[in-house]
C-alpha cells in the first residue's frame, strides 16, 4: 500500500507539471517520471496489482443480486476492473519498462544522482531539451506518461475501492495520542485520518498486524523540533480493509 500511495502522488505531481509551460516544471516532471520508473521496476509489483485487483473483483461480484446494491454501478466496477485485469496479464516483462529503457530519461537519471548534476554543462543534450518549445516538452512528457497510464489506472482504481469499504466513526486523541488494537479477522490495509484544518497540530500515523496508533503532533515552527500535543483532539478514523 505504500508503494501504491508512493506512486499514486508521483502520478499526480508528474502530471500537474506536465500541465504547467515552465523549464523548472518539465524538470520537476522527469525528475518525477524517473521516480515512477524506479518504483515500477520492483520485481513483484504486476503480481500485488493484479492480486489487489482481483481481490476487489471477488469481493464486489458476491454483492450482484444484492437489492441494496446498484446494480449498473456494480456492473461499471466489475466491467473495469476486468479491463484492467486483463490489460496487467498482458504486460510482457515488468511494467514501466518502457521509462526505464529510454536513452533519454536513462541519461537524465544517471546524472542527477549527483547533487547539482543535471546542469546544462553535464547534459547538454538536457539542456537542449529543455530549451525547446513549450508546447513540444509537453507533448513528450504526456508520451511518457502514456508508458504507464494502465497502472496508474490500476492503482487509482485499487486506492479508490480500499478508501470506500469502511465508515468513519468519531473518536478522540487524549492528549494527543490515540491506540487502538485491532480485533480477530478484522482487516486495516489504509488508515485515514480526518481533522479540523484550523487546528495547529498534525497527525503521525503507525499500524500494524495487531494495533494502530495516531500521535498528534504540535507545529513548534521550522527553528525547534515538533511535540506531542498535550490537547485533547477529535477526529474522524476510517480502517479501511477489503
Not at 78 to 84: A, G, I, P, V
Not at 198 to 215: D, K, N, W
Request: with cysteine.
Amino acid at each position: 500500500m505504500r508503494v501504491f500511495l508512493r506512486l499514486e502522488s508521483l502520478f499526480s505531481a508528474a502530471r500537474s507539471c506536465a500541465g504547467l509551460q515552465s523549464e523548472w516544471a518539465s524538470r520537476a516532471a522527469i525528475e518525477y517520471l524517473n521516480e515512477i520508473a524506479k518504483l515500477l521496476g520492483r520485481t513483484e509489483l504486476k503480481q500485488e496489482i493484479i492480486r489487489e485487483l482481483e481481490k476487489h473483483r471477488a469481493r464486489l461480484t458476491h454483492l450482484q443480486g444484492n437489492p441494496d446494491v446498484d446494480d449498473a454501478r456494480l456492473l461499471g466496477l466489475l466491467s473495469q476492473l476486468e479491463t484492467l485485469v486483463e490489460g496487467t496479464h498482458e504486460v510482457r516483462g515488468q511494467i514501466g519498462h518502457e521509462l526505464r529503457r529510454n536513452e533519454f530519461l536513462t541519461q537524465v537519471r544517471q546524472r542527477s544522482h549527483a547533487p547539482g548534476g543535471a546542469r546544462d554543462f553535464d547534459m547538454p543534450g538536457f539542456h537542449f531539451w529543455l530549451s525547446r518549445p513549450a508546447a513540444e516538452r509537453q507533448k513528450n512528457i504526456n508520451q511518457w506518461l502514456e508508458f504507464t497510464r494502465l497502472q496508474e489506472k490500476a492503482i487509482a482504481m485499487i486506492l479508490h475501492l480500499l478508501r470506500q469499504s469502511s465508515q468513519a466513526k468519531e473518536v478522540a486523541a487524549k492528549r494527543g495520542s490515540f491506540r487502538q488494537n485491532l480485533e480477530g479477522q478484522q482487516s486495516c490495509e489504509l488508515i485515514r485520518v480526518s481533522m479540523d484544518a484550523a487546528l495547529s497540530c498534525y497527525p503521525e500515523i503507525s499500524g500494524s498486524r495487531h494495533r494502530i496508533s495516531v500521535r498528534f503532533m504540535d507545529w513548534q515552527g521550522d527553528e525547534q523540533r515538533p511535540v506531542q500535543t498535550d490537547d485533547d483532539v477529535p477526529f474522524l478514523l476510517c480502517c479501511c480493509g477489503s
